[in-house]
């Protein structure tokens, strides 16, 4: 898809990809994200469906085409369907994604197609349901699973797995995960464990390097694919006897940023450049009117100078991250 974005940096990367979390509340409680479940931390003023338009409107005016809604569990918001809605018809916007744990997805895959979402991520870190209700701590892999089927039954355009590689968790799992796409239309995608302020000694025992998948991936006859326009941070694989496809997202690869071309703002409505950048930006009072926008407009354009090259995981900085449900992943 053509990228007509005037967001850019300054080291010559586009930005037509904005990750946009509603909520930081989750009912699930993954065991690297949110062990303890969600905290009501500072009250939970997450931005009106009124303040996400606006903000969308400046975006997408900028040129930015591709959505994605994420959390902490975006369809937890009761007006999540209002929301989707908005966003969607949102002039400019031509790709609206979510991210979601699954919760409740076969009997709601319909409302969020006909909400205008077009592309899915579904979460599934085990398909064994014991190790399932372990990480998550929700006994639902099997409604999990029927979620999928339905996205894919709806007219869903692109049905992802997001799968955190666990080591002594799910490594020992890939023949069946590969198993689950070989007649499903999907992608499913193996994201390396992240460090965040919370997780370090999580991260630790679990953290798998992406290079020992990706030697088996090549093992198995899986063969790299050439990166699509708008694509997210994925770098994927097919296999001609296989209906779905394998992805990674290894944040600690070298050159990962090189090819980032999202930006991100949190439920509370600050921007933040980058997933582990230090701290946000404020855009929540320039989401207070209409006549606004073209000054958060110029606001967006203007913060663009302070984005970084790269984030800065592989020296053990993760930011001021506390988990990735405050941001989105
Ligand atoms: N609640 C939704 C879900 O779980 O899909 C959306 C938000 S969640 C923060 C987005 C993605 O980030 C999920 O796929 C989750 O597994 C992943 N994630 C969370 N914490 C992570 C970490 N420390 N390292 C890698 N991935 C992480
Ligand atoms: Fe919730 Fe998603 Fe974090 Fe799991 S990964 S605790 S579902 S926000």
Known sequence: MEDNTLIGDRFGRRFPYLRLSVTDVCNFSCSYCLPDGYQKAHGDEFMSVLEIRR????????GTWKIRLTGGEPTVRPDFIKLAQTVSSIPGIRRMAFTTNGYKLPERAQSYFDSGLRAINVSIDSLDPRKFHEITGHDRLGEVVEGVNAALNVGFENVKINTVLLKGVNDDELDGFLAFVENRPVSLRFIELMQTGDNLTYFRQHHVPSTVIRNKFAERGWVLQERADGAGPAVEYAHPSYAGRIG?????????????????????????LCLFGNGGHDLRPLLQDDVQIDELKDKVLSLMQFKRSSHFLHSGDAGVRQHLASIGG
């Open 55 to 62: 903000l969308v409107t400046a975006f997408a005016e900028l």
């Open 248 to 272: 990674l997202i290894a944040p600690y690869a070298k050159d990962f940023c090189s090819t980032c071309n999202r930006l991100r703002v949190s439920a509370r409505g600050s921007l933040h």
